[in-house]
């Protein structure tokens, strides 16, 4: 949207439409907030003042001091070390899925595009990849909003209580947000690169390996690698629903009211999940 | 009256163990217009920014105003700053704002937080940032996205706003350096009038030797940290200026200098 | 791993090549560890029972339960879920922006606006500093659910506490976020209102905010999206939104009522994501 300069002294005689968007959008903001406040009747006065706070420090003297008997912190270390691996198979089972899914998703390698210059795809052909491109992203938008929660119920009435489901819970959901971004890399890959190798006579496969995986691997390790930091703290959580680790241990203890081991419990996570942010960054500084 | 800068055996040391600028001294009456020349990390940026109280020398006294600045607390330097205008080489602005609020930001010295937040959203005093911009040729720029802006633009625009902060003296790092050199002597004549009109005291740091020589009444070497002369721009020789920039990657026209030094009525003279 | 190579090989790779063989090495370790511990058994997902199970939930989830009665309960739960994202994301603004300011280093004690204060002064902002940055990792490092949980405890049932959980945890990750992005923005501005007199605030309104505000907002839509997804599963815990339904409509087996609440979870995140989007792309004027 252009500027109109006009002589004198208010240059920013912009379009009225301009002007106005911002304004708009802040105004339907305020709405929001206002609207949603009031459905929620947050009584931020209780909250701050008396009775809000005076139920939260209830509690939080409840919680401490955390149970740091040896059986205990035993328990604590094995849910940690479970929630670690839920994190770390579903991350990669991740990646498993999101790579092919994300190369059918690719308009540019599947039908159109530098791949495709000076070569004419019969009808049908070009149907049929459409409909695979399609089929593909339908699959993904699948995987990928339905929460790991949700997917963590399913696969536990499926195959029955435990980590395992927690693990294919994460996998098939990180799956679908890792094959959205991982196309989304695919499809911003630089052409001219691909336009040499074309030019030397690579076939459409070869051009794929040499041209357009190699410049996708840094982005898509850094993806993956940032989303194991979300899968650790879901690893923690999927155990609500049976799904093993933690969350699973969490549970039971809400549900005996055993708060200081709860507290333990959720320093556990706390160590845990600071430790995979770190491991996740030095990971990120070293491989990309 | 008390000398606006009083520097005693000035040294700073920096953590790398570099020494940036090693014992100078220096006074400068209230009003005087002094350029400092010399080859690129010679110094001048640091002293610069040690004398508007951005960095803490190492060792040695500075008196402003005949005040000694080292005991000063951090209010105190704030009040101080104000007092003293900036205006660097690049990056005085910020690009996404719009010019009025970059001008008017001269006030942020003297303003409450509260009426800095107001501004922005309704400009307070835009006759005083019209005024100004005018002063710098410019006034029709008021609203405009500062980015928009050549660099030669910004540069005045940045003068219009050490024009509404209104200080007692003018600090300009190379402020000309990147702006195109047909618009630098303007520039720089801008700076002088501006400063001999209400008698504030300005210093320079400037690349180019022959602008320099023909604008100010007073030169400042500066080599390696330290002061190699200090004098009228009739008594600079060619020979000085060899031994100044000798090293300096970037030679200095000698013939041109030598044509400036040879015609008579060295200082512009400052219009009335 | 460079055992018996000759001294060619080593001379000329240096002693950074040992790193791809000893990552590779850990790596591998690591995932066979974690299958065991993870009891990855793939031939569950084939017995009899588990495709049998398949076949209820598939059959059952068609067609989706659309009955007036029942999209009466979807419907407030679908407001519930937008107004719990929108007051958690609020709330997180509201914790981020103090703490995200005291996080970022360059405004509280290093860099050039505090090249000439004395030690003492450098030291007395430090502590607030790095207090706010523990506060910060302390907040984010908690899962929201795990917030919930606790929240519900506090302050019982119902959105409240979902709002709560959604403003720490997103809180956290809202002013990490900020902080790294101050720290980002060019310095030499702030040097130059810094070295007119300006206070620190005058410094952040004219230097900084102006410079990061459309990343800032960028991000904090960004999250919003986030808020959204997590709003609607707070209610597994009792905080309201889609959640609560999803949960009860499980545990009753009634798999259709789930497309239904799927569905419209979908729906919802769509608009989101798209409004948001809309928004993020004009900001990148």
């Not at chain 3, 409240?160 to 809180?171: E, K, M, N, P, R």
């Amino acid at each position: 949207m252009i500027v109109t300069k006009t002589s004198g002294d208010h240059s920013i005689l912009a379009s009225p439409r301009r002007l106005l968007f911002p304004w708009l959008v802040t105004g339907g903001f305020v709405a929001l907030v206002v609207w949603s406040g009031l459905g929620i009747q947050v009584d931020m006065g209780a909250l701050v003042g008396g009775e809000g706070r005076h139920q939260m420090a209830v509690y939080v003297k409840k919680l401490f001091p955390p149970d740091l008997s040896a059986p205990m912190l035993r328990e604590a270390l094995v849910g940690a070390i479970e929630t670690f691996a839920i994190s770390f198979v579903g991350s990669l089972l991740a990646v498993l899925i999101a790579l092919p899914l994300s190369v059918l998703t690719t308009r540019t390698i599947l039908y159109r595009g530098i791949l495709y210059a000076g070569r004419r795809l019969g009808s049908g052909e070009k149907g049929f990849r459409v409909g695979v491109y399609a089929s593909a992203k339908a699959v993904l938008n699948v995987l990928r909003t339905i929460p790991e929660i949700v997917w963590a119920l399913i696969f536990v009435f499926l195959v029955g209580l435990g980590p395992f489901p927690g693990t294919l819970a994460l996998g098939v959901h990180t799956g679908g947000v890792l094959g959205k971004l991982f196309g989304e890399v695919l499809e911003d890959v630089d052409p001219r690169p691909l336009e040499t190798l074309r030019a030397t006579g690579a076939s459409r496969l070869q051009i794929l390996f040499y041209g357009i995986l190699p410049q996708a691997l840094p982005q898509w390790t850094s993806y993956a690698l940032y989303r194991w930091e979300v899968n650790i703290r879901a690893a923690a959580v999927l155990g609500f629903v049976g799904a093993g680790g933690l969350g699973q241990r969490i549970y039971i203890s809400l549900s005996l009211f055993l708060e200081h081991q709860l507290l333990t419990l959720i320093i556990a996570v706390y160590i845990m999940v600071t430790l995979v942010d770190g491991l996740s960054a030095w990971l990120r500084r070293r491989l990309v | 009256m008390a000398p606006t800068y009083e520097l005693k055996d000035l040294r700073k040391v920096f953590d790398d163990g570099s020494v940036a600028v090693d014992g100078i001294s220096l006074t400068i009456e209230p009003g005087e217009h002094v350029a400092f020349i010399g080859p690129s990390g010679a110094g001048k940026t640091t002293l610069f920014r040690i004398l508007n109280l951005t960095l803490r020398p190492t060792a040695g006294t500075m008196r402003l105003g005949g005040v000694d600045v080292s005991g000063l607390g951090e209010s105190e330097l704030q009040k101080a700053r104000r007092r003293i205008g900036t205006i660097y080489q690049q990056g005085n602005l910020v690009g996404r704002l719009r010019v009025v609020h970059n001008v008017l930001a001269g006030n942020l010295g003297r303003w409450s937080t509260t009426k800095a937040l107001v501004s922005l959203i309704s400009p307070q005093g835009v006759d005083v940032a019209r005024r100004a911009l005018g002063r710098v040729g410019i006034s029709e720029k008021l609203y405009a996205r500062t980015d928009e802006l050549s660099g030669g633009q910004q540069q005045r625009v940045a003068i219009a706003r050490v024009l509404v902060q209104d200080p007692d003296i003018i600090l300009a790092d190379e402020p000309v350096s990147s702006v195109d050199p047909s618009l630098a002597a303007s520039i720089v004549a801008l700076l002088r009038d501006l400063s001999a009109e209400s008698r504030k005291t300005l210093l320079l740091n400037l690349h180019s030797v022959d602008l320099a020589l023909a604008s100010f009444p007073r030169i400042v070497g500066i080599q390696e940290g330290r002061i190699l002369f200090d004098l009228s721009p009739e008594k600079v020789t060619p020979e000085m200026l060899r031994a100044l920039y000798a090293g300096d990657d970037e030679a200095v026209d000698i013939e041109r200098v030598n044509e400036i030094l040879s015609v008579s009525g060295l200082c512009r003279p400052i219009r009335k | 791993m460079r055992s018996s190579r000759s001294a060619g090989f080593a001379d000329r790779f240096g002693s950074k090549s040992a790193f791809p063989y000893l990552f590779g090495f850990f790596f591998v370790i690591s995932f066979i560890l974690s299958l065991r511990l993870a009891q990855v058994d793939p031939r569950l997902l084939v017995e009899p029972a588990a495709l049998a199970n398949l076949g209820r939930f598939v059959r059952g989830m068609f067609p989706p339960e659309l009955s007036p009665s029942f999209l009466q309960v979807v419907g407030p739960a679908i407001l519930e879920t937008i107004q719990i994202s929108v007051m958690g994301t609020v709330v997180a603004c509201l914790l981020a922006i103090p703490l995200g300011l005291l996080a970022t280093s360059s405004l509280t004690w290093s860099g050039i606006l505090h090249e000439r204060a004395g030690r003492f002064y450098q030291g007395l902002w430090f502590g607030p500093y790095a207090l706010s940055r523990a506060l910060l990792s302390l907040f984010r490092s908690i899962p929201e659910l795990v917030w919930a949980l606790l929240f519900v405890r506090a302050v019982g049932l119902g959105p409240f506490a979902g709002v709560l959980a959604l403003g720490i945890s997103y809180g956290g990750m809202l002013g990490k976020v900020y902080s790294e992005i101050l720290e980002g923005a060019n310095p030499r501005p702030l040097e130059a209102l810094h070295s007119g007199g300006a206070g620190r605030l005058g410094i952040v309104l004219y230097g900084l905010l102006p410079q990061a505000l459309p990343s800032l907002l960028s991000y904090t839509l960004y999250r919003w999206e986030c808020a959204i997804r997590a709003s609607a599963l707070l209610g597994f815990v009792g905080a309201g939104g889609l959640g609560l339904q999803i949960e009860l409509s499980m545990r009753m087996f009634q798999f259709n009522e789930i497309l239904t609440l799927l569905g419209a979870l979908f729906l919802l995140v769509a608009g989101v994501d798209f409004v948001s989007g809309r928004i993020r792309a004009s900001l990148v004027r």
